[in-house]
């Protein structure tokens, strides 16, 4: 029997449009990053190097990482839907509440910990290249951006945001997994593994040991999240519109 509240079929084709959208869409803003600012190494590059090439980019810059941020933040919606149907709802509310809350969590750590580049680094990166600024006018806005790097990026951005994309994952994958999507959880599960190695790099450059391998790591659990993503929506799509 049905459920009396169960969404209609046009609700979640809009949701599964909306996850593959977002799987695509997010990656968009990271392949400018990786050929303009050579994003994620820039990361970790010298605090000068990295201002000096900011503020080569321009607005255009800036913009590109308002963009990144609010694909970020767009995750709590499409959370919030993936997770409270009436279905999971009725059957894991724990599962669903937490996922809800989880991926809204996500979506806003890594939203403040990208804005950083949109909010703070632009007026540091004038500061450094100011032709009359002294060289102690620009160790302190190398000293300001590696500070802000550290707590907004990695600490806020890196690694509390990956954790909680992670527990997001693991929380839906099991819910799919339950409701027989055995392939899609899987994937879930596998990306999140990765995510979860990933957002360790952090803690390994904090304790001078190499992060190569958590880098590495990371990139290949977004990867695997954009695949998921996908995944989800077409099976939201497929399975609403057979019903139709």
């Given at each position: 029997?049905?459920?009396?509240?169960?969404?209609?079929?046009?609700?979640?084709?809009?949701?599964?449009?909306?996850?593959?959208a977002?799987?695509?869409?997010?990656?968009?803003?990271?392949?400018?990053?990786?050929?303009?600012?050579?994003?994620?190494?820039?990361?970790?590059a010298?605090?000068?190097?990295a201002?000096e090439?900011?503020?080569?980019?321009?607005?255009?810059?800036?913009?590109?990482?308002?963009?990144?941020?609010?694909?970020?933040?767009?995750?709590?919606?499409?959370?919030?839907?993936?997770a409270?149907t009436?279905?999971?709802?009725?059957?894991?509310?724990?599962?669903?509440?937490?996922?809800?809350i989880?991926?809204?969590?996500?979506?806003?750590?890594?939203?403040?910990?990208?804005?950083?580049?949109?909010?703070?680094?632009?007026?540091?990166?004038?500061?450094?290249?100011e032709?009359?600024?002294?060289?102690?006018?620009r160790?302190?806005?190398?000293?300001?951006f590696?500070?802000?790097?550290?707590?907004?990026?990695v600490?806020?951005?890196?690694?509390?945001?990956?954790?909680?994309?992670?527990?997001?994952?693991?929380?839906?994958?099991?819910?799919?997994?339950?409701?027989?999507?055995?392939?899609?959880?899987?994937?879930?599960?596998?990306?999140?593994?990765?995510?979860?190695?990933?957002?360790?790099e952090?803690?390994?450059?904090?304790?001078?040991?190499?992060?190569?391998?958590?880098?590495?790591?990371?990139?290949a659990?977004?990867?695997?999240?954009s695949?998921?993503?996908?995944?989800?929506?077409?099976?939201?799509?497929?399975?609403?519109?057979?019903?139709?």
């Amino acid at each position: 029997m049905p459920f009396p509240d169960a969404p209609k079929p046009i609700d979640s084709v809009v949701t599964g449009v909306f996850a593959i959208a977002l799987g695509v869409g997010f990656n968009v803003p990271y392949a400018i990053l990786a050929m303009t600012y050579d994003y994620p190494g820039v990361l970790r590059a010298p605090a000068g190097h990295a201002l000096e090439l900011f503020a080569a980019g321009g607005p255009g810059l800036v913009l590109t990482w308002h963009a990144f941020a609010v694909s970020a933040l767009l995750m709590i919606p499409l959370s919030i839907a993936l997770a409270l149907t009436p279905r999971a709802v009725a059957k894991t509310p724990a599962l669903a509440i937490g996922a809800a809350i989880a991926g809204s969590l996500a979506g806003l750590a890594q939203a403040i910990g990208l804005w950083r580049w949109v909010f703070v680094v632009p007026g540091l990166a004038r500061a450094h290249t100011e032709p009359s600024a002294s060289p102690s006018a620009r160790l302190a806005a190398e000293q300001t951006f590696e500070l802000i790097n550290q707590y907004g990026g990695v600490a806020v951005g890196e690694h509390l945001g990956q954790m909680l994309t992670v527990i997001f994952m693991l929380m839906l994958s099991m819910i799919q997994w339950g409701e027989g999507r055995r392939v899609t959880g899987g994937i879930g599960v596998i990306s999140a593994a990765a995510l979860l190695i990933g957002s360790h790099e952090g803690l390994a450059l904090a304790l001078d040991q190499p992060g190569d391998v958590f880098s590495y790591a990371t990139i290949a659990g977004f990867l695997g999240l954009s695949v998921w993503l996908c995944a989800t929506g077409l099976g939201l799509m497929r399975g609403r519109l057979a019903k139709a």
